[in-house]
Structures are given as structure tokens and as C-alpha cells.
């Protein structure tokens, strides 16, 4: 059923006494995990396939080679309440002993023995050796430390955190004082920990976060299952899971430590799909449910071409110590971003660390809570490397910004007030969506959307005529729509887009609503659609900046899909918009008010680079298969394989890494997607190999999720387990 670029079946290889499939080999970006890494020798391939958020562009990224402090490196092992054990690397500025400093930690699964190794060294290098400490924490579970990673951001991974703030506090080296940085992941669990109020908590950093754990992360957007990547990242749990310890630092026990996650390596994507509204489940975690927990220094990082942006806006509104910066990148640290430009975003760390951690009074409390990057028209491409535009400064946004409302007219006008009573109806095809990309872009050169032609040719259109002067937001619009539904479930998607003279249309930002989530998405408001009944709602649309030029149009296009990105409804049905009551409200920014402030945020700078040797073939691609029977497979992979070597002999082997998105047009229970990896873990004497499989799927009352879970030590067969979890579907 599948076309051959899209599925790449697995092969036989001769393991002894193991039954073992080799996969052929391919890619796919995983939110915040591994992703496969390119020869170092070839700077595109390096640049095309980071291990972590970008993180091979560090070697194209300037590095300062001297610093104040000398820097020393060591490993500690913290036992926590419950007996757990938790490793952690320190970087230590010479003179710490002597005269203690701020420490700054990050605390994420992500292995700081080796898949984080360029992320870590060239961030926490650099503050180092600028005076301040700093700590990585494998969470219980993953790396060296002990446990097992049962799912994300629970209240025990929160209490150990905080034991481990208090243990940093009180190290000799240490004046008291305990930062928190991070990036999605351990951004998420600074925000949770802050809420927690350790006492030598002072500041944050936390970039590429959310402070609503249900509708602005990876598992539901709008209230629908995010089909794109709900078992993308389950999956990418279940691989966390079943990556060995390295026994360099995790000792003697690694065999033990590893075999009891492989047995205890739950599937979390039946857990989540199990909670389809925002219960207590995602309250936990979701600081927007009580802010004023919050009471230390914040730093918001955010990017126009990422996913969470929104909490940037919701959280510099509701905490006095926070400050914000927003530019055009994706999923990315600002110093090493894709797209451009990059910023001096370290050395800027370094101040607001010397503000909270060591009392300076260095002006940090004086800057713009918000610096923002206002993006110009660029001819969008998938790989695109810099956008340009233009950075300024604001402390008060309710000054420099208003609503403007743009009415839904005939004809596919927008901005022109309908006075004639007039409906409208649309149904989109299901594969309408295929343009949108990655929802976290990562550096990888298939991630960022580009021309939205083909999307726009299934949506619904509204456009404003050409614009004679410039039109320049700065916030999230909402599009208010009164309409009826055909059927009891329903969705609507919103994109607005910029048409350029030659008609091409470029994606500014988008938004999602699942209409049965009309009210709310705590359980009590969920309601399903009564066919034929007008109601009338609001779909959120994620916040942008961006800049219309004079000679393009603001375009609309409303769609009842968007796949791959979002789970279709049970039912394909028809919505009708009744236009004189239907508007998309824009926030305008004033950028002549004289409140906005032109800032130079510097240019990219890091430590060196660790030494690791990255080799690799491996290209990504993206492609869309649509076959004559009806069947659109949106399919992310890459061909070749890529390794990362360290200098002990450690070696990480990325040989298969796809995932498919399939729909049938005529059929929203067609719908399913499914992912195959093969990594390969080698180190003087042992190799190990890891194989996984998986299938999301669904029928009109229930989700399937299947896994297939193998691994070989040495050749043999030492763990095998497939499982298939059936949740009941919500509304």
C-alpha cells in the first residue's frame, strides 16, 4: 500500500541466535530528542542534521576561545528522598572554592553523556567561563541516573528538581543562589519548579516552553489530537527508555539499570490519548493555572516559526519579573537559530545571571520586557536561512498595539462587511494541510513551510484587496466565526497568509479549533454539534509579527482539515459561515507611536565545541505521495546513516528513522501514521542494536497505538516486547 519513497521495509540481518530486523536507514526530528547528525566535514549535511536543537550548527557559529575562568568539569552523584540516584555534570569557574558564585541548572532527559554533549558544553562553557556554575541533571531515568522515565513533567520529576536545587545551594562553591535554563523540555519544568518556590530559586531562563501543558504542546492543539505528533513523540519516550547506559558513567550496574526500563517503558500514548480534555492530568504541570506562584526573575525565549510561542504573551502579561525575547526562529536557541539572524543570546544570559544570581546592578531590570523581531516578506523555502526584518524594544503593549477587525464579505472578501444576509459553505478535502511542515522546526532543512499554494487551492479564501500601505502585527489574532456543522464533530483551521505580487501565498500563522471544544476543554464544557444549529465561536490564531508590504494581500483560508498535523473528526462534514457575522480580528502594531525602541541584541557567540567526531551520509527529505486509489501519504525520512563518536570510544549509530502520515481522501477513519527507527549504541567490546515500530490508528469510537520494541546486546536477542493499547476517542 505504501510508495516505495515513503516506506523502506525492513531487511534481514545475521544476529546470532536473535531474530532482529535491520532497517534501511532514514530520519525523522523528534520533539527535543535525537536527531541524527551528518560528517562533520560537510557543512551542509552538519548544519541539514543536528542531535539536538540545531546543535551542529555549532560548528559554524563563532566561538570565543578565551574567557576570565579556567573551567573545571567533574561528575556528582546525588541520592534523593526516595533513595534514586542522579547524575550531574558541573562546570565549575576556578576561584569558585575560594569565592562562590551562582550555579545555573538545566535538568533533562536527554543524556548528558553523549546526545547532549555539543548543546551542553557550548552553552555551559560559556557562562563558566564567564564565572557563573553550572549543573546537568539526567532526570531519574535517563542517562547515569537511575529510574525509569515513566512519562513527562510529573510531580516526582518536579521534587527532584527541587532536592536538587537545595543540594546545589548548599555546595561550597556555591553562594546560595540557583538559576534554572532550558530549552522545551527543561524549559517546561523551569516554569513548573518556579511555581514551586524553592528558596534559592532566583531566575529563569526558559525558551521554546509552554505554561498549558493540554493546548500548547505536542499532544492536542484547539482541542484536537495532534496527529502529527501525539505518537511521534510517544514513541520518542519509548526510544528514551530503550537507550542503554553508557557504564562509563552510569558503573557496573548499567545492565540492570537498562533491562528494568525495558521492562517498565510504558506507552504513553495511550496515556495521553486517555485524556482528551484538560483535566487534573494536564492541570498538573500547566503553570497558567496559577502564575502567581511565581516569584523569582524570568526570561521568556520564544520564536515566530515555533509552536509556543503564545506563552511568551500570557506569561510577560501575568508576572512583573518577566522579561521576553521573540525572534524568527524555530525550535532553536537563539544563538545557533533557524531561520536567522541569531543573537548574542549567552552573553546576554551571562547579564541577567550576574543580575539575579550575583546582585549586579547592571541595568537588566532597565531593558524592554519585550524585544520582538518583526519579520519582512521573504520568498518562503522549507530551508531557509535567515528572514529578514527588524528588532525593536517595548515595555507596554496594550500602547503600541490595537484590535482591528476584518469583516468576511462575498465573494472572498475580506475587510469588505457582507449587508446582504449572505452563507457560505465549505468541506474540505482531507489531505488539505500537506504544506504545513514541521510544528517544531528543529534546523533540519524539510522543516519550515513553504508556498502555501496547494493547501490554499482546498481551503476556504478571504483576502484583503491590494494593500497600499504597510500592515505590521505584533500578537495573536482570532478568527470569530458564526456557523453551523453538517455533522456532530467538527474542526476548523485558520491561516493567514501573505499573497505576494505574483500570487504566491507564504504562511504568517495559523490556529486550530475542535468545534465540540466550542466552550472550553475542561470536561464539563465539551458539547458535541447539533447539525444545522448556528453557533458561533472563536478560533485562536498563534501570535506573529510580521510586516505586509504595499502590493500583497492579507489572505485568510479556512479549512475543515489539516493534515498531517491534526487527527481528522470521526465525521467528514460541511460548516456554514454566515458572513455578517463573521470577522478575523488582527493586532495592529502602531510602529510610528514613538514607544518602540530599535535594540541591537549582538551577534551569535559560543564556547568551543566539545570533541566529538560526526560522520554520516544521511540527507532529509520530506516528500507527498498522492496515488490514483485516493491515498495522500505525507512522508519524512532521509536516506544514508550518521554517527556521533566521543572521545572514549562511545559511539551512537542513527541508520533508520521514518515516519508516514496516510489518509484516504473520501474516508477521515482512514486515517493512521506509523514510525520506524533503528539506532545502534557501540563502545569497546559491546555494541547494542534498538529497533522500533509503530502504528497510531482509529475507528469512529476508539484509537489503536501498537509497538514493537527490540533489543540486541552483542548480537543477541535481549529484550523483546509488542503491545497494543485501545483508548476510547473523545469528542
Known amino acids: 500500500m505504501l510508495g516505495s519513497e515513503c516506506r523502506r521495509r525492513w531487511r534481514s540481518c545475521q544476529p546470532v541466535d536473535a531474530r532482529t530486523p535491520r532497517l534501511r536507514c532514514g530520519f525523522t526530528a523528534m520533539h527535543d530528542g535525537y536527531t541524527a547528525t551528518a560528517s562533520r566535514t560537510s557543512r551542509q549535511a552538519v548544519q541539514e542534521l543536528p542531535m539536538m536543537n540545531n546543535d551542529s550548527a555549532a560548528f559554524g557559529t563563532r566561538v570565543q576561545e578565551e574567557f576570565d575562568h579556567r573551567v573545571e568539569r567533574r561528575l556528582e552523584t546525588v541520592t534523593v528522598s526516595d533513595g534514586t540516584r542522579l547524575s550531574i555534570k558541573l562546570w565549575l569557574p576556578e576561584g569558585s572554592a575560594q569565592c562562590p558564585t551562582g550555579v545555573v541548572l538545566e535538568a533533562i532527559p536527554y543524556r548528558k553523556d553523549d546526545v547532549s554533549v555539543i548543546d551542553d558544553e557550548t552553552r555551559f562553557g560559556f557562562f563558566a567561563g564567564n564565572g557563573i556554575a553550572c549543573a546537568r541533571l539526567d532526570l531519574r531515568g535517563s542517562g547515569a541516573s537511575t529510574g525509569v522515565l515513566v512519562d513527562e ?28 535554563i532550558g530549552i522545551s523540555w527543561s524549559g517546561f519544568n523551569a516554569l513548573q519548579v518556579a511555581a514551586k518556590r524553592p528558596a534559592p530559586l532566583k531566575a529563569i531562563v526558559t525558551a521554546c516552553s509552554t505554561d498549558d501543558r493540554y493546548d500548547n504542546d505536542v499532544h492536542y492543539l484547539g482541542g484536537v489530537p495532534l496527529a502529527f505528533y501525539m505518537n511521534l513523540w510517544g514513541s520518542a519516550l519509548t526510544m528514551m527508555n530503550m537507550r542503554p547506559p553508557m557504564p562509563e558513567t552510569a558503573g557496573p550496574q548499567w545492565l540492570e539499570e537498562w533491562t528494568t526500563r525495558l521492562r517498565i517503558n510504558p506507552d504513553v500514548t495511550s496515556l495521553w490519548l486517555s485524556h482528551p480534555y484538560r483535566d487534573s492530568y494536564w492541570r498538573q504541570g500547566s503553570v497558567c493555572e496559577h502564575y502567581a506562584s511565581i516569584d523569582c526573575g524570568v526570561m521568556l525565549v520564544g520564536g515566530w ?111 469588505v462587511a457582507d449587508t446582504t444576509g449572505a452563507t457560505v459553505r465549505h468541506q474540505s478535502v482531507l489531505s488539505v494541510g500537506t504544506q504545513g511542515r514541521h510544528m517544531l522546526p528543529m534546523g533540519v532543512s524539510t522543516d519550515l513551510p513553504g508556498v502555501q499554494d496547494a493547501d490554499d487551492a482546498g481551503s476556504l479564501l478571504f483576502e484583503t484587496p491590494v494593500l497600499t500601505e504597510e500592515l505590521v502585527i505584533l500578537g495573536r489574532a482570532e478568527l470569530r466565526l458564526t456557523l453551523s456543522s453538517s455533522t456532530s464533530a467538527g474542526h476548523v483551521f485558520a491561516r493567514i497568509t501573505d499573497v505576494d505580487a505574483d500570487g504566491h501565498s507564504h504562511l504568517v500563522t495559523r490556529g486550530a479549533l475542535n468545534l465540540a471544544h466550542r466552550h472550553g476543554h475542561a470536561p464539563e464544557h465539551i458539547a458535541p454539534m447539533t447539525p444545522g444549529e448556528i453557533v458561533t465561536v472563536t478560533v485562536p490564531i498563534k501570535a506573529s509579527s510580521y510586516r505586509f508590504a504595499p502590493g500583497h494581500r492579507l489572505r485568510l483560508a479556512v479549512s475543515t482539515n489539516y493534515w498531517p498535523w491534526l487527527w481528522p473528526a470521526t465525521e467528514q462534514g460541511e460548516i456554514e459561515i454566515a458572513l455578517a457575522d463573521s470577522a478575523l480580528v488582527l493586532p495592529i502594531l502602531d510602529e510610528d507611536s514613538g514607544l518602540l525602541v530599535p535594540v541591537d541584541l549582538g551577534e551569535p557567540v559560543i564556547a568551543p565545541v566539545p570533541g566529538v567526531v560526526m560522520d554520516g551520509d544521511a540527507v532529509p527529505t520530506w516528500t507527498v505521495e498522492t496515488s490514483a486509489d ?91 516486547e509488542e503491545s497494543t493499547g485501545i483508548v476510547p476517542r473523545g469528542l
Open 153 to 180: 513533567y510529573t510531580t516526582i520529576e518536579q521534587r527532584d528538581i527541587e532536592e536538587i536545587v537545595y543540594w546545589l545551594a548548599d555546595q561550597p562553591w556555591c553562594n546560595g543562589s540557583v538559576g534554572m
Open 305 to 415: 516559526a515555533d509552536n509556543y510561542t503564545d506563552t511568551v504573551f500570557r506569561v510577560l502579561r501575568a508576572l512583573p519579573n518577566a522579561q521576553a525575547i521573540v525572534g524568527p526562529w524555530g525550535h532553536t536557541w537563539p544563538e545557533r537559530p533557524e531561520p536567522g539572524p541569531g543573537i548574542d543570546f549567552l552573553g546576554r544570559c551571562v547579564r541577567f545571571w550576574r543580575h539575579w544570581l550575583l546582585g549586579e546592578d547592571n541595568g537588566v531590570d532597565r531593558d524592554p520586557r519585550l524585544c520582538f523581531y518583526v519579520q519582512d516578506y521573504v520568498y518562503t523555502r522549507e530551508d531557509l536561512p535567515f528572514r529578514p526584518g527588524r528588532w525593536w524594544g517595548v515595555n507596554d503593549l496594550d500602547q503600541v498595539v490595537s484590535s482591528a477587525t476584518y469583516p468576511l464579505g462575498t465573494g472572498g472578501q475580506l475587510g
Open 630 to 720: 485516493g491515498w495522500t501519504r505525507v512522508c519524512r525520512g532521509a536516506g544514508g546513516s550518521t554517527s556521533t563518536t566521543l572521545d572514549s570510544g562511545w559511539s551512537i549509530t542513527y541508520e533508520q528513522d521514518d515516519s508516514v502520515y496516510g489518509i484516504h481522501h473520501g474516508d477521515p477513519l482512514s486515517a493512521w501514521m506509523e514510525r520506524s527507527v533503528l539506532q545502534r549504541y557501540s563502545w569497546p567490546g559491546h555494541e547494542v542494536v534498538l529497533t522500533l515500530t509503530t502504528r497510531m490508528s482509529g475507528d469512529a469510537d476508539n484509537f489503536t497505538v501498537h509497538r514493537d520494541c527490540a533489543a540486541v546486546l552483542d548480537r543477541k536477542l535481549h529484550f523483546r
